[in-house]
């Protein structure tokens, strides 16, 4: 007769309220209830909520998701589209990845140059609450 909502939970490791929400956004359809109003989801409910994991930890955000499997729904269709979302969203992995490495190099900067004397002194304390001087010394960084 299907898994209950709290079975599907369990199965794909999703919690209950993020299926709601997927439910609710369409990317995963309504399922049909019971007499008892419960809700059933069958073997293919298991594959699309498993895809939509997968792909929300690979960090897919959810228009990329719902492209996605609306490629995988017609499988003779060339891949191009599918490259061009990952492309995408490769790009926007790298574009932060930048961002963190100078944050990285900011944060060792400060480290670097602390004295370990008193707050009043403090090296870190001063770049904080001058950050054009530091955006001067380091590069920009956000």
């Known amino acids: 007769m299907g898994l209950s909502i709290g ?12 299926i709601r929400y997927y439910e609710q ?8 209830r019971t007499e008892g109003r419960q809700r059933r989801y069958g073997v293919e409910d298991v594959s699309r909520l498993s895809f939509i994991r997968h792909a929300r930890e690979l960090g897919f955000d959810v228009e990329a998701i719902r492209e996605l499997m609306s490629l995988s729904a017609k499988p003779e269709q060339p891949c191009e589209p599918a490259d061009r979302i990952v492309i995408r969203h490769l790009e926007s992995i790298e574009r932060r990845i930048a961002r963190l490495t100078l944050l990285r190099s900011e944060l060792r900067h400060m480290l670097d140059d602390c004295r370990h004397g008193q707050v009043g002194e403090c090296r870190i304390i001063q770049v904080l609450a001058d950050h054009e001087q530091c955006r001067h010394e380091h ?4």
Request: aromatic share 0%; glycine share 12%.
């Open 7 to 18: 079975e599907l939970s369990r199965r794909v490791d999703v919690k209950v309220p993020t």
């Open 25 to 32: 956004i369409g990317l995963l359809p309504v399922p049909p």
């Open 139 to 142: 590069g920009k960084v956000g």
